[in-house]
């Protein structure tokens, strides 16, 4: 009982939405920093790098946008995406923070087609969630393997960090909202995560071993074309 009530009154209160959309811009705002940094210690921004920060200003400017009209929710825009490369982006984008950590990267994506119908904005922030939650797992670094499978009538993401896991009776909590163990967590991420996932019509799964390392599953349903107009 002692439980629910916290919770609830957690819930409750303005200061919910207000993480969550701390929460939210956070990310991008850690992004546009790493590259800051890089140019300040580097001299070497490129025109690519250019593009990403914009397109994350962008990012941080719209979810400003959604909290002032929180009260009227607006449809979202769904739009065919190739989710390897929404994936591939935000990998590009986190990839100075990484280095910074001693975390690489491994992708591997396919070779096939992998078309979904999705918010991409709302996907890049399940994308840097995770891949965030997998570089903090790892404080002495490590590799992140990342692997993109067209299945059957759906996409499966992996991401697969070689952290410090998760023990069983913790699993059931993630995904509840605050739920963190982290100095400066807000514990939102998941649950945000979960939730994007959801509203695509996709499946959200952690599995983990305590000091071995957690995959993050992800399934997402491939975009079907029209059929073209038979012989006539
Ligand atoms: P936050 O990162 O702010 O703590 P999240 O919702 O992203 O919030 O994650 C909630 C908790 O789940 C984390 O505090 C951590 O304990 C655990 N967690 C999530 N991802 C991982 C991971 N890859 N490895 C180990 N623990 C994780
Ligand atoms: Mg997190």
């Known amino acids: 009982m002692d439980e629910l009530l916290r919770r609830s009154e957690k819930l409750t209160t303005v200061g919910q939405l207000a ?19 890089l140019q300040q210690e580097t001299r070497k921004l490129n025109e690519r790098h250019v593009d990403l920060m914009l397109s994350e200003l962008d990012r941080i400017n719209l979810i400003v946008g959604e909290f002032l009209i929180l009260a009227k929710p607006q449809a979202t825009r769904f739009e065919v995406k190739d989710v390897r490369f929404t994936l591939g982006d935000v990998i590009s984008l986190l ?14 994506f396919g070779q096939d087609d992998c078309r979904i119908s999705c918010e991409e904005n709302q996907l890049k922030q399940v994308f840097i969630n995770v891949l965030k939650n997998a570089i903090e797992a790892m ?79 992800i399934s997402l349903p491939l975009y079907k074309d029209e059929p073209k107009n038979p012989i006539s």
């Open 19 to 37: 993480a969550g959309v701390a929460h939210e811009i956070r990310n991008p705002l850690t992004t546009l920093r790493g590259f800051l940094q």
């Open 95 to 108: 990839d100075s923070q990484a280095h910074l950590c001693n975390v690489i990267f491994v992708t591997d």
């Open 139 to 217: 404080p002495q670094g490590g590799e992140i393997a990342v692997n993109v499978r067209h299945e059957d009538t759906f996409v499966r993401i992996s991401i697969t960090d070689q952290g410090i896991g998760i023990p069983e009776e913790k699993i059931a909590k993630l995904g509840d909202p605050f739920y963190t163990d982290k100095d400066a967590g807000t514990g939102l991420g998941i649950m945000v995560s979960q939730r994007i996932i959801q509203s695509h019509q996709g499946h959200f799964e952690i599995k983990s071993k305590v000091n071995v390392g957690t995959t993050v599953l």
